[in-house]
């Protein structure tokens, strides 16, 4: 069974026969907003039911959307946070891609002006590499980037997404860019985006996230996961009932290939571990529990089916 994420918004007073309808199709609620009158699901759902969910939706005034950024945990990387690098894009694309489904965190690499000191020490490299992709925003200018990129995508293994003032057809004349996507003519301004152009150029970033992340997904399925990110939330939440207290608004962070657990790894990391997901199997069987380098946190990395010769 495929799983697809979508978001159905409706209103708040019928939202529990949408929750209901999408448990007993086999999907999976991944987050629920409550805004004013309206409430906001963002789901996994199996692929040949979503046309269900839309004719049941109907008559509740809900509707249902395509989320392809549900289910991600993206790094947003501002290079610096100088006078003269106003970091107000990267906060409007961590927030864009927010309002598409993805759990945004901003990393700040604040070295000060100029290409001689761009750097990116271990935590930060760690911290990168924790999510799913990484949407690097860089300046105006091609040598900036043509200097400062090979420092600071060395150790990162996550796909980046590169977004900076030089349209493409220039940038390849000087560089050809060694990262999974690029969106030109996103430079540093001292002002949000409220632009149409400027709107426009966050929904190509978008797409572009979602191009890349598609390949990512497609990489995964060739040598699927041992169990579903989303199928393994389900549980922590039933077996962790101290998750319950967290006062985050997303305590369990579904990724792609795992989750992040905002709970502290010394006292719960045992207790995950002995999980049992079915007929004996416990989640330290087909997954790696690690702390974060994100506060006090639990990662946990699932393992394909490769490396377990399971998948449950």
């Known amino acids: 069974m495929t799983l697809v994420p979508v978001t159905y918004k409706g209103g708040i007073y019928q939202h529990d026969i949408v929750i209901d309808l999408i448990e007993d199709l086999g999907g ?11 409430v906001v699901l963002q789901c996994f759902v199996p692929r040949e039911d979503i046309e269900l969910i839309r004719q049941i939706s109907k008559p509740l005034f809900g509707e249902v959307t395509d989320s392809p950024l549900v289910g991600t945990e993206i790094a ?8 003269h690098h106003l970091p107000h894009p990267s906060c409007d694309i961590a927030e864009y891609v927010r309002r598409n489904g993805a759990k945004s965190n901003m990393v700040s690499l604040a070295r000060g002006p100029g290409k001689r000191i761009a750097g990116l020490n271990d935590e930060e490299r760690d911290v990168i590499n924790e999510h799913d992709i990484a949407v690097y925003l860089m300046g105006n200018f091609e040598t900036c980037i043509e200097y400062k990129m090979p420092t600071l995508r060395r150790g990162i293994e996550v796909p980046i997404v590169l977004c900076g003032g030089p349209a493409i057809e220039v940038l390849r004349k000087i560089i050809d860019p060694p990262v999974e996507g690029y969106v030109g003519n996103v430079g ?3 002002r949000r985006t409220k632009e149409a152009d400027q709107l426009d150029k966050l929904d190509e970033i978008v797409a572009e996230v979602t191009r890349v992340l598609e390949e990512k997904r497609d990489s995964i399925a060739k040598d699927p996961l041992s169990v579903s990110p989303a199928r393994l939330m389900g549980l922590i939440n039933e077996k962790v009932p101290e998750i319950l207290d967290v006062t985050s608004p997303t305590p369990l962070t579904v990724q792609m290939a795992g989750l992040r657990v905002k709970l502290p790894y010394d006292t719960f990391a045992e207790k995950m571990r002995k999980i049992e997901i079915e007929d004996g199997i416990t989640l330290g069987d087909v997954a790696e529990v690690l702390p974060s380098r994100m506060r006090d946190y639990i990662l946990v990395k699932i393992l394909p089916f490769s490396e377990t010769n399971t998948v449950v």
């Open 76 to 83: 947003v990387v501002s290079m610096s946070l100088e006078i």
């Open 28 to 38: 999976y609620i991944v987050q629920k907003h409550i805004i004013a009158a309206d």
């Open 188 to 190: 540093r301004f001292m």
